[in-house]
């Protein structure tokens, strides 16, 4: 049991470039989140989803897209990176009241 | 909106020393409140929670009590270690959203 998993670990991007960010959980658990976390701050909430192929915009959704085609992967998809979107991703699973975090990707966009 | 409050840090604890972290929060109906722990490069771990008015939840020497009349969850030890140096965030559940505060870091010295 893994619990959840993300991929990469550290990613540089250019400003304008694309890339997807992995989340794979297999607790089967139907509710996932991503999360960004700025230095100094809290999580913000930025997409979430109840189950495979319901998704819904959490606090700061601008930029980024997901998807849910199956209950274990939630990815994220940065489509034109930009500097504000450098910080720490985080996503996690929900099962009842706790929630499961991965151990987070760290994302620069130079 | 819903949003959580806590106390900005850092704080410095000598070991055996008292803990607390205030946490305040504003939530239409009636949330389920949350402490959740972050040591250094890893996601959120849940530390304790309480899902209704006057609920104590405790974990590992902390706890925290739901009060409804000051909307408040203050976490307390009473004895830290060094162990327990790291970033705590209070965090409201409300509908299928987490609401996370900004983070307290703690660091206890021997």
């Known amino acids: 049991n893994a619990g959840v998993t993300q991929t990469p670990k550290f990613r540089i991007l250019k400003i304008g470039q694309s890339m997807t960010l992995q989340c794979t959980q297999d607790?089967?658990?139907?509710?996932m989140y991503w999360y960004r976390q700025d230095p100094g701050m809290g999580l913000k909430l930025i997409y979430y989803s109840v189950g495979a192929g319901i998704t819904d915009k959490g606090e700061v959704p601008n930029g980024y897209n997901v998807s849910r085609s199956t209950t274990e992967d939630f990815p994220l998809r940065l489509e034109l990176a930009a500097p504000s979107q450098t910080s720490v991703y985080f996503c996690?699973?929900?099962?009842?009241?706790?929630?499961?975090f991965g151990p987070g990707t760290r994302l620069t966009v130079l | 909106g819903d949003s959580v409050t806590q106390m900005e840090g850092p704080v410095t604890l000598s070991e055996e020393a008292f803990l607390t972290i205030n946490c305040t929060y504003t939530a239409t109906g009636y949330p389920s409140l949350f402490w959740y722990v972050q040591y250094p490069g890893e996601g959120l771990q849940l530390l304790l929670k309480a899902t209704k008015a006057d609920d104590k939840g405790s974990n590992k020497g902390f706890e925290a009590t739901y009060r409804k009349e000051t909307t408040s969850f203050h976490l307390e030890k009473g004895s830290v270690q060094v162990s327990d140096s790291a970033v705590y965030f209070c965090a409201l559940l409300t509908g299928n959203q987490f609401y996370f505060g900004t983070g307290t870091s703690l660091t206890v010295i021997p």
């Open positions: 996690a699973s929900t099962e009842g009241y706790e929630q499961f």
């Open positions: 607790m089967n658990h139907n509710y």
